[in-house]
């Protein structure tokens, strides 16, 4: 990147309107006085790889990947760290000056911080984590929490295959029950994790007794829209300590700005602010 030339980064997706991302880099760009855009390009999967590698050539410094491209885009980058390797996805790719193209997953990471700010007693060793759902952002949970030290990790899904997959793929500490038992294994829980769409704003409501949960469980719902969900509200009635998803998405968006921008933004009431605008 010549010094004279404005860094651009954005957010690549099928579609895009609904993201939050750009509200949210456009706030930190602002804040930083960094002279700097972030741009939401709504771009077909058939044209995925042909607009990624035009890109550094326009300026931009990397880009965020979101839904329909996060495991497509792996095929176009040059280097593919190990946490995303591990997940299957890609969410932020770097484009270096010497012209290759880096892809990274940090929403683990992100994951990960958003709960350490809302749950800061929380001790990743001091018992099993429940995760509901198998899909991408099961993965990335599941990465972090066994990063962390979760001494087992107990997944149970609406189809019971994809969460024998996880297993197949992360070993022993993960363990399968059946989606009917999911009232069940929860009981001895420190930590519920829902990375389904259930509970989101159009979705069905996540459905899952909640009377075995422990009052001193941390439970956490990767949806953030809305802010509070169902199961966030009956945890929270039962005296659990309860973290809302939007955290996640903010928290995942700093190793990106950082590298893009040359900035370490802070995740404040005035970041949270900004996303909800």
């Not at 957010?11 to 509200?23: D, E, F, L, N």
């Not at 329909?68 to 390797?85: C, G, L, N």
């Amino acid at each position: 990147m010549t010094e004279n030339r404005i860094p651009l980064a954005g957010v690549i997706g099928h579609p895009i309107s609904h993201s939050k991302s750009p509200r949210l880099h456009g706030h930190w760009l602002k804040t930083y006085g960094i002279n700097g855009h972030y741009i939401p390009m709504d771009v077909a999967p058939q044209d995925l790889a042909q607009v990624v590698r035009t890109l550094p050539k326009a300026g931009f410094v990397g880009v965020n990947i979101t839904i329909p491209h996060k495991e497509a885009v792996m095929s176009v980058a040059d280097q593919i760290t190990d946490r995303a390797t591990l997940i299957g996805a890609v969410n932020t790719l770097i484009f270096r000056e010497d012209g290759r193209i880096l892809a990274d997953n940090t929403d683990g990471y992100g994951f990960m911080e958003n709960l350490r700010a809302g749950a800061p007693g929380w001790d990743p060793k001091s018992g099993p984590a429940v995760v509901f759902g198998a899909g991408g952002a099961a993965r990335a949970v599941i990465s972090a929490l066994a990063e962390a030290g979760v001494p087992e990790v107990i997944v149970t899904n609406r189809t019971r295959v994809r969460a024998d997959k996880l297993k197949d793929d992360f070993g022993q500490r993960v363990t399968v029950a059946d989606w009917v038992q999911a009232g069940n294994v929860i009981e001895d829980a420190r930590l519920v994790v829902n990375t389904t769409s259930l509970g989101m704003i159009g979705k069905p409501e996540l459905r899952v007794p909640l009377d075995g949960l422990r009052a001193d469980a941390v439970v956490t719902d990767l949806v953030y829209a809305p802010l509070k969900t169902r199961l966030l509200a009956e945890a929270e009635e039962m005296g659990c300590t309860t973290v809302d998803g939007l955290g996640m998405l903010l928290h995942q968006a700093v190793p990106g700005f950082e590298r893009w921008f040359g900035e370490r933004p802070v995740v404040d009431a005035a970041t949270r602010a900004a996303a909800l605008r």
